[in-house]
């Protein structure tokens, strides 16, 4: 099973879930130019409708953001855009003296069957911390609390453990055991 994904953390997080459920993940290096959508699940079904035009195949995806309640579940959908641009630091900005720090990761995982797109969905509660901590992981794990420690503060296994992407994976590995 091919995971297409140019960000080599998620699939080193993805490789490691799949190894438990018996399934090997092949990657997928390759970067492709997302479409624009409200919601991650229609951009993950865009995109892999659109990647299914070049790759002959089952393959699956992933999608993901993060959501912050005070802000209206900014920057959701914009995540990988808004991380290029203000970054981790940008965020704790809009937050700073904000009181709510509720915020969430969702991730949307798009498995092409070869004909159709399938979709699974995994969501982490956690919360924006007031200043980022810890070196491990990627991305906004930094800034993301969870319990008393950041997810840059954790070992890849603990982060796995309750991960967004652990439990949209999780679905979809569970699923296609089932199917076979
Ligand atoms: P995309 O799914 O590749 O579009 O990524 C969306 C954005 O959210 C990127 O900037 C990622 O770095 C970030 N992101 C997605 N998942 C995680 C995570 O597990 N930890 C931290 N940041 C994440």
């Given at each position: ?10 699939f ?12 090997q ?7 492709y ?7 991650l699940?229609?951009i ?15 393959f ?13 579940g ?15 630091e940008?965020?704790?900005k809009?937050?700073d003296?904000?009181k709510?720090?509720k915020?969430y990761?969702?991730?949307v ?15 982490v ?13 990627f991305?906004?794990?930094?800034i ?24 949209a ?9 089932e199917?076979?």
């Open positions: 099973m091919y995971f297409i994904t140019s960000n080599e953390g998620k080193r997080e993805v490789e490691r879930i799949a190894e438990m459920y018996g399934i993940v092949k990657w997928m290096k390759m970067k130019v997302e479409p624009q959508g409200n919601s699940e229609e993950a079904k865009l995109s892999a409708r659109m990647l299914a035009e070049k790759i002959e195949g089952e699956v995806i992933e999608d993901s953001g993060l959501f912050v309640e005070a802000l209206k900014f920057p959701g959908p914009y995540s990988s855009y808004v991380f290029k641009t203000i970054g981790n940008g965020i704790l809009l937050m003296g904000v709510d720090r915020a990761f969702m991730a995982v798009a498995y092409w069957d070869g004909e159709k797109a399938h979709v699974f969905t995994g969501k509660d956690g919360e924006i911390a007031d200043s980022a901590r810890g070196t491990k992981g991305g906004y794990d930094p993301f609390l969870y319990g008393d420690k950041t997810f840059a503060e954790m070992e890849t296994g603990e982060k796995n453990k309750v991960s967004h992407r652990r439990r994976f999780e679905e979809f590995f569970k699923w296609l055991k199917k076979s």
